[in-house]
């Protein structure tokens, strides 16, 4: 596959980067991105930067190990996760992770996004997991959001953000967008009531017609096997959750041998 020139992969993510400042997804330092340029090399945001106003020079190239070869600074600290991302799923070439303020607000609260009930967002993303609490930062997340990357293209982390893969920095962000458009959505529905979940053979069709049209995780089904162990409160259980990523419940949840 022949990739944009290293200059216009720099263009997408400084303007991708101060995109999710502008729209509210992260404030501050928080956030980072990456993108791959050619075999074996990255490019991606340095550590302790501000997003809303990032320049070239703030961009850092690294290896796949995550060793730097060029740029000014050190890689992000939350490298390892973006890294767990791209050996995951070789068809990733772009990770974007921010802090959407209310998907945030729904990990906190414990309320789960995996639900199916806008057709838009079965069909483009499918349901979007929480993985359970690690810190941020260290190899344990890392692991679990390559793990789910697996089996989904967007996830939640708890008490901490999003992960958002995709191939260009354009359709991760999209699905970013997507997230917090979805949670907001949500919300307003909650207040005035209830969420109405689609039906579960509808929730399969149109995941199917979304990975038939879009694509999406090379190993995913109709919809991931934790939709199958689901009781309908949107609540996926942690077996099929576990199961649909291919480890273990106790590591999913720090519980366990």
């Given at each position: 596959m022949l990739r944009p020139s290293e200059t216009a992969?720099?263009?997408?993510?400084?303007?991708?980067?101060?995109?999710?400042?502008e729209r509210y997804l992260l404030v501050g330092m928080d956030g980072n991105l990456s993108v791959r340029l050619?075999?074996?090399?990255?490019?991606?945001?340095?550590?302790?930067?501000?997003?809303?106003?990032?320049?070239?020079?703030?961009?850092?190239?690294?290896?796949l190990d995550g060793r730097k070869l060029r740029g000014r600074g050190e890689p992000t600290s939350e490298m390892a996760m973006h890294l767990a991302c791209y050996a995951a799923r070789p068809d990733v070439e772009a990770v974007v992770h921010a802090h959407p303020p209310t998907c945030v607000a729904f990990t906190v609260a414990g309320v789960s996004l995996a639900q199916c009930v806008l057709p838009e967002v079965?069909?483009?993303i499918g349901s979007i997991p929480t993985l359970e609490y690690q810190r941020t930062g260290t190899h344990q997340l890392a692991d679990l959001v390559g793990h789910a990357i697996r089996t989904h293209d967007a996830v939640m982390m708890d008490r901490h953000g999003a992960v958002c893969?995709?191939?260009n920095l354009l359709d991760a962000f999209c699905k970013l967008e997507t997230m917090e458009h979805t949670a907001k959505i949500l919300l307003a529905a909650r207040q005035l009531g209830q969420v109405r979940e689609?039906?579960?053979?509808?929730?399969?069709?149109?995941?199917?017609m979304g990975l038939a049209r879009y694509g999406g995780p090379p190993v995913a089904g109709a919809l991931p096997g934790h939709c199958q162990n689901c009781s309908g409160c949107g609540r996926?259980?942690?077996?099929?959750?576990?199961?649909s990523a291919g480890f273990s419940v106790a590591r999913l949840t720090g519980r366990g041998a």
């Open positions: 992969l720099r263009r997408a993510l400084l303007r991708f980067a101060r995109l999710c400042h050619s075999d074996g090399l990255l490019l991606c945001t340095r550590a302790g930067c501000h997003k809303g106003l990032l320049e070239d020079e703030d961009l850092v190239v690294i290896d079965v069909l483009t893969v995709g191939p689609l039906p579960v053979d509808e929730a399969e069709k149109l995941r199917a996926p259980s942690a077996e099929g959750v576990a199961k």
